[in-house]
């Protein structure tokens, strides 16, 4: 169980670190290189809407398998590494959630509208935040690895 557990654990991050780093360094920049904004705008709202539901489904399965694994050996027998990661893992969690129900729900509302300036300034909220999220995963991951 403590195996399958490190699996799906593993395998949420990734999911949520990697679609962070496709949009930000792949998605994004080739979008603005080749789509004026009434093309690019819907084109990344409608990426983010279909990555958003696998980011939720990695939250769920981050602090489901996280917590199994701090419950399993205990909280106070816990490496130090696994509980800066538990407290970084929350804080990417509550900034993805700002994200989600601001940001990132003004750009459908743009979008929606036509409001192109108001759907480019979201997504570079989108973008920032996305970036702050991906060095904390970063960092928790470090963490674990470099502090135990």
Known sequence: MPALMKF?????????LGGISFMLFALRPAAQAQLAPPQRLPLIAAVLTKFFRLVWVSIGLLLATGMAMLLAVGMKNAPTGWHLMLGMGLLMFALFGHLYFGPYRRLRQAVAASDWPEG?????QIATLAGINLALGAAAIAAVVFIG
């Not at 799906?8 to 949520?16: E, N, P, R, S």
């Open 8 to 16: 799906l654990h593993l395998a949420a991050a990734i999911v949520w």
């Open 120 to 124: 480019g300034r979201r997504v570079g």
